[in-house]
């Protein structure tokens, strides 16, 4: 499949760009290029992450903030973090702070209360959000702003809170919400309804889907785009992230990499052909800081004269078995799967179920990832071992139901018509969600229940809501809390019963991604049990030069994870055919690390340019 390279026109780029795609597949790297492309072009460029748990301060080696701060070596590229938890402050302050010196300590107390909800969290960044696009004064003095958001779900929910927003205040009479007082809303309406207008403007709005040569990220990427069309963002193209084609005939693992690629492609033909669509290579360095950022959309060549040997001595790891080999001692609990989009989660969550499954025990494998596949395929294919996936619409229409038969029989057509009011605004599917999360958690006292959790930003607004969710509760006088949600702090935090596993790949943003969400799991007092370092290419005997520099670029971040980041550390190989079945999955949970000793690794001539050390 012949694609052209992705290059940004900027005469024909429009002012509006949104980067999209699952988790891992090189969003922020591409929304960076495109900016600094553009920017170095003449034009004045705002590029913005929308992603609660961005990684744009290490790509761009810059410390953001809510406001514009100017790249060094980049004139005319400016950057900017939404910070949903800092958004959420600051638009708590807008509503109380009028009110301190008019109303009793008690009454703004209960306001803060019921403004401090995941919901609220989730309104106040889309403020932020809406305010650069639906303003025409906020961003007016750049060319182009670009959007670095996070991954798909949490887009498709950003894009979609405009018209939820907008229907959710027409229909709403009582004044109140799980937001506090709608007059913070009202204020917000004129601009909620520009940004849906701007959303849908072919002529001022891109969307950029952002894939990976995989047929996972592929799907997503369909999945997206359809769904984006229907909320009418439709000027719509894709970029192929990662493209890897090999020189080396003999080198089965270079094949097997470009084989992959080349047949994820082709069974995905009929969408590629829906729309424009580019590819950018693989490249052998980390995208990091504007030599890198640069470097992604410039062609690579690769010197094959190889001229020494680096040698490097690996820490000592273990298998995955090994490590389940500790956690089954229990003989049940939870086993959460935690990290960075893209990073292989599911796989490695699915691994560890098979293979507890297999040596007897009763194992549950559950997914919160709207993006998850492999859980589903392996559903009555292995005995002790079942399967579900969380489904939001689906458990928000049970908790919805569920409060009205409840609660609604008890009252007269008003109380149940505001009741109804209440369970339309977005906070009720963030309840209905977290609920079914402390069910299965609460699976565990009686069976091993293995979570494959959603990225990073996503999960950390679970295990943030147990207390607004509490709250939530009260304030809407609902039905009583389930024993599951009472426990679920006390048992995530009980070492003995849950086991979080943090899962990276050896390079630079997914170990530093892991290592901040370790820092907040620790303030909640919550402990990770290990880190799983997942397809790796150490030991790979590869003779393809640029496969040759990703192996050595691996060496200082799989040392930084053994040595400062993890009390256990579990590897595990890239593997030539992707691992979806029982038996291919046991395979994996029981690979051997390679030994303590020092790899000799041929190494191109070229050293990986752009690479910076973190």
């Known amino acids: 499949m012949n694609l052209p390279c992705y290059q940004p026109d900027p005469a024909a780029t429009t002012r509006f760009l949104f980067f999209t795609g699952k988790g891992g597949v090189g969003k922020t790297s591409l929304s960076c ?72 300590e008690a009454a703004l107390r209960s306001m803060e209360e019921q403004l401090s909800g995941s919901c609220t969290v989730e309104i106040a960044a889309f403020d932020e959000f809406a305010g650069l696009i639906g303003d025409p004064e906020a961003a007016k003095t750049y060319d182009h702003v670009i959007f670095d958001t996070a991954p798909t779900g949490h887009t498709l929910r950003l ?284 699976q565990g006292t009686t069976r091993f229940v293995v979570l494959d959790t959603a990225p990073t930003g996503h999960t950390l607004l679970l295990l943030d809501a147990s207390e607004a969710y509490h709250r939530e509760l009260e304030r809407q006088a609902r039905s009583t809390q389930p024993e599951e949600v009472l426990h679920l702090l006390e048992r995530l935090r009980d070492p003995a019963f849950t086991h979080l596993l943090l899962i990276t790949l050896p390079e630079a943003t997914p170990v530093h991604e892991a290592a901040a969400l370790q820092e907040d799991l620790r303030r909640a007092h919550i402990e990770p049990h290990a880190w799983v370092i997942n397809q790796s290419l150490l030991h790979s005997g590869s003779c393809d030069p640029l496969l040759q520099r990703r192996e050595h670029a691996e060496h200082r971040y799989i040392q930084e994870v053994v040595e400062k980041q993890a009390t256990r550390t579990a590897w595990l190989p890239w593997q030539a055919e992707e691992p979806v079945g029982p038996e291919e999955l046991l395979h994996l949970a029981t690979v051997t690390p390679p030994p303590s000793r020092p790899c000799d690794t041929p190494m191109a001539t070229r050293p990986p340019a752009g690479e910076t050390t973190p």
């Open 159 to 442: 894009m979609s809170l405009a018209k939820a927003w907008d229907q959710f205040l027409d229909q709403n009479t009582s004044g109140t919400s799980c937001l506090g007082p709608l007059a913070g809303l009202e204020k917000q309406r004129v601009i909620y309804e520009a940004t849906v207008n701007t959303l849908a403007d072919a002529h001022a709005t891109t969307l950029v889907l952002v894939s990976r040569p995989q047929l996972s990220a592929l799907r997503e990427a369909e999945r997206t785009s359809k769904e984006l069309r229907a909320l009418g963002v439709a000027n719509q193209c894709l970029v192929i992230n990662g493209v890897f084609a090999t020189h080396c005939p003999s080198d089965p693992v270079a094949q097997a990499m470009q084989k992959r690629g080349e047949a994820a492609l082709s069974a995905a033909q009929a969408f590629i052909d829906s729309m424009p669509a580019f590819i950018v290579p693989l490249r052998s360095i980390n995208i990091l800081g504007i030599g890198g950022v640069r470097a992604l959309l410039t062609e690579e060549t690769a010197n094959e004269t190889r001229t020494h040997l680096d040698e490097w001595t690996a820490p000592p790891m273990q298998s995955l078995a090994s490590l389940v080999d500790e956690i089954e001692r229990q003989g049940h609990g939870v086993i959460m799967t935690m990290g960075k989009g893209g990073v292989g989660k599911t796989t490695v969550a699915a691994a560890i179920a098979v293979l507890l499954a297999k040596r007897g025990h009763r194992v549950h494998l559950s997914t919160t990832d709207p993006a998850a596949h492999i859980a589903q395929t392996l559903a009555g294919q292995v005995e002790g071992l079942t399967t579900s996936k969380i489904d939001p619409a689906a458990e928000t229409a049970a908790y919805t139901a569920e409060v009205m038969s409840h609660q609604g029989t008890q009252m007269d057509d008003a109380g149940r018509a505001l009741l109804e009011e209440d369970l339309r605004s977005p906070c009720t599917e963030e309840i209905a969600v977290f609920r079914a999360f402390a069910r299965e958690v609460g």
């Open 33 to 104: 290029a495109t900016a600094l492309k553009l920017a170095e072009s003449g034009k004045r460029v705002l590029l913005v992450s929308t992603d609660p748990a961005s990684n744009l301060d290490e790509v761009l080696e810059t410390k953001l903030t809510n406001a514009p701060t100017p790249i060094a070596s980049a004139p005319g590229l400016e950057a900017l973090n939404i910070n949903p938890v800092e958004a959420a402050a600051a638009y708590r302050e807008r509503l109380i702070g009028p009110m301190r010196d008019l109303l009793p």
